[in-house]
């Protein structure tokens, strides 16, 4: 299982995400480093963990559809390797996010239109780029709009199989930041057994070490972690204990 470290930027800052309430989000205060630079945080992160394979959620492309380029751009001048939620909505806006370099392109259920949209996305840069995100709020599917033709998420996550995705990120953000536990494990599990190939991601809610212990054993390939890392619950040593490959990268 790997671990990916997540920057949530907002207002070209990292910002502390708290169970998605996202008009409250202040500039990340981290053990690690002085201020909330994403250059500077992610260099902390890297320096203290060896992670260098990040999940960033662009927050100021979600709310308003304005992309963060130029700090996209010098994170991967820093030689770090990116996975973008940059909010798209249809799969020409993936266009200006992979031209700053990064590797690879979230389609979030949360803004992307339909899934013609997201078969697109998978026919224009191929399944190894783009990672569908199934977005959830307490349980629920956090959708785009009407053109989704399922409620339940074990349904949703076939349609993003059926479009073409073999990676999918499963995460509630009602619980990131909250370090209450990750509540999206049974559905992670649901989707391993009727998807076995698909690669799993999720996160949100992480409290320490005997949460990835857990998620290792239920087969997650990856999990997504921001304030465990920055509030010392989850260690250096913690990464070691799971195994060499959480210091990789998905």
Avoid: K
Avoid at 19 to 37: H, I, M, N
Avoid at 199 to 215: A, N
């Amino acid at each position: 299982m790997r671990i990916v470290p997540v920057l949530d930027l907002l207002g070209s800052q990292v910002v502390r995400g708290v169970a998605g309430r996202r008009d409250q989000y202040r500039p990340l205060q981290t053990r690690l480093v002085e201020g909330s630079d994403p250059v500077s945080v992610a260099t902390a992160i890297r320096g203290a963990f060896g992670l260098s394979r990040f999940y960033v959620a662009d927050l100021d492309a979600i709310l308003s559809g304005t992309p963060n380029c130029s700090i996209l751009q010098a994170l991967c001048a820093a030689r770090f390797s990116l996975l973008v939620d940059a909010g798209i909505r249809r799969s020409h806006d993936a266009g200006p996010i992979f031209d700053s370099g990064v590797d690879q392109v979230v389609a979030g259920l949360e803004t992307l239109e339909s899934p013609r949209e997201l078969a697109e996305l998978v026919r224009r840069y191929g399944p190894g780029r783009i990672v569908f995100s199934l977005d959830l709020r307490d349980g629920e599917i956090l959708s785009n709009g009407s053109a989704w033709p399922h409620r339940e998420p074990l349904e949703v996550a076939r349609c993003a199989f059926e479009a073409g995705c073999t990676q999918l990120i499963v995460l509630d953000i009602a619980r990131v930041g909250t370090g209450g536990g990750v509540p999206t494990l049974g559905l992670c599990e649901q989707i391993r057994r009727t998807f076995p190939t698909v690669t799993i991601l999720t996160g949100g809610g992480v409290r320490g070490i005997e949460d990835l212990r857990t998620l290792d054993r239920a087969g997650i390939d990856g999990v997504l972690i921001a304030s465990a890392l920055h509030d010392g619950t989850i260690a250096p040593s913690d990464l070691t204990a799971i195994g060499e490959s959480a210091a990789g990268g998905v």
